[in-house]
């Protein structure tokens, strides 16, 4: 299986960039042939704007949307967008790497979603069961602040974590046609004794990946 880790974090020697390097080995070990696009590392703009398109089609009355589609057609996307979409079609499963900042993704990974998964090669017209990236999977792997899910729930301070993961899950992945395995939500604030159970649990799962049964199918 040709696996694509996302992985968006300015720290490579962080606890997400554990993470990937325990992902990157596991997968490895059994089989899979592994590609990492480090959105920090290439300095990837995160502003979908006009420099998207080395042409564009109506530069006099902008439209990011039929740009997109324009980019599409005509192959007129410009380089980075390239090379991430590339990337995404070589992928049989895509592992999103990072951490929850003000319960969202950080802005570098909505940047790539805005520009990398656009109008016509991501979905459109086709989405959800129909959408263009149908038969690829999808694990949404992040950290969090907490110590544990207590603080997640329909009565609890922040909410149901269901609702944190929503955005991502269904209204980009699911939307775009993946197959969404159940996300990893590993708590940074957990003593280490916990800390070390969460990244065996993390290793035992990659290396069963095939036998998952997805959250969307």
């Known amino acids: 299986m040709n696996v694509l880790i996302v992985f968006a974090h300015p720290n490579r020697h962080s606890l997400n960039g554990a993470l990937k390097d325990?992902?990157?080995?596991?997968?490895?070990?059994?089989?899979?042939?592994?590609k990492v696009s480090d959105l920090y590392e290439k300095k990837f703009k995160a502003i979908a704007d006009k420099d998207d398109f080395l042409v564009l089609k109506n530069p006099n009355r902008f439209n990011y949307?039929?740009?997109?589609?324009?980019?599409?057609?005509?192959?007129?996307?410009?380089?980075?967008?390239?090379?991430?979409?590339?990337?995404?079609?070589?992928?049989?499963?895509?592992?999103?790497?990072?951490?929850?900042w003000w319960t969202d993704s950080p802005a570098i990974l909505k940047g790539w979603f805005d520009r990398v998964f656009s109008y016509s090669f991501a979905y459109g017209p086709g989405r959800y069961e129909e959408g263009n990236l149908k038969?690829?999977?999808?694990?949404?792997?992040?950290?969090?602040g907490a110590e544990d899910l207590s603080e997640y729930g329909q009565t609890e301070l922040k909410g149901k974590v269901e609702e944190r993961l929503f955005n991502i899950q269904h209204e980009k992945l699911y939307f775009c046609g993946m197959t969404v395995l159940e996300p990893f939500l590993f708590p940074a604030?957990?003593?280490?004794?916990?800390?070390?159970q969460?990244?065996?649990q993390w290793k035992l799962r990659l290396a069963q990946l095939?036998?998952?049964?997805?959250v969307y199918v």
């Open 135 to 144: 038969g690829k999977k999808a694990i949404v792997s992040l950290t969090h």
């Open 210 to 214: 095939e036998n998952e049964v997805p």
């Open 189 to 196: 604030g957990a003593v280490e004794e916990t800390r070390s």
């Open 65 to 100: 949307i039929s740009e997109q589609y324009h980019a599409f057609k005509n192959h007129t996307f410009s380089a980075d967008i390239v090379e991430e979409q590339k990337l995404v079609t070589w992928a049989d499963l895509i592992i999103f790497q990072y951490p929850m």
């Open 22 to 34: 325990v992902a990157i080995e596991v997968l490895e070990q059994n089989g899979h042939e592994v």
């Open 198 to 200: 969460y990244i065996e």
